[in-house]
Nanobody, 121 residues
Framework: QVQLVESGGGLVQAGGSLRLSCAAP????????IGWFRRAPGKEREGVSC????????NYAHAVRGRFTISRDNDKNTVYLQMNSLKPDDAAVYYC??????????????WGQGTEVTVSS
């Protein structure tokens, strides 16, 4: 089972940027479509963005479209989430996961620890 490790979270002011990374030590991440998800306090986990295994196709939640960019570097075995123009509503713990495909963005497998993003207003 693929074990994913998220990093890159932190505290940022509204309007700022962060780049999250998703790594898979010991696994070939390029074999999988990958998604980013987030869970804000008191809310259910929601999908943010997904990317196909070939990096050709991506999918974004309406709330982040135009501000977030998902990408992958299969040579570095890493998937990224570049987050720009951050808003307080973006504050959450962010997780990456293997997904069945970039379109449905349906996660499968285990969840990692996540990385926390805090946005100050």
């Amino acid at each position: 089972q693929v074990q994913l490790v998220e990093s890159g979270g932190g505290l940022v002011q509204a309007g700022g940027s962060l780049r999250l990374s998703c790594a898979a030590p010991g696994f070939t991440l390029g074999d999988y479509a990958i998604g980013w998800f987030r869970r804000a306090p008191g809310k259910e986990r929601e999908g943010v963005s997904c990317i196909g295994s070939s990096n050709a196709m991506t999918n974004y939640a309406h709330a982040v479209r135009g501000r977030f960019t998902i990408s992958r570097d299969n040579d570095k075995n890493t998937v990224y989430l570049q987050m720009n123009s951050l808003k307080p509503d973006d504050a959450a713990v962010y997780y990456c996961a293997t997904v069945t495909d970039y379109g449905s963005c349906t996660p499968f497998g285990s969840w990692g620890q996540g990385t926390e993003v805090t946005v100050s207003s």
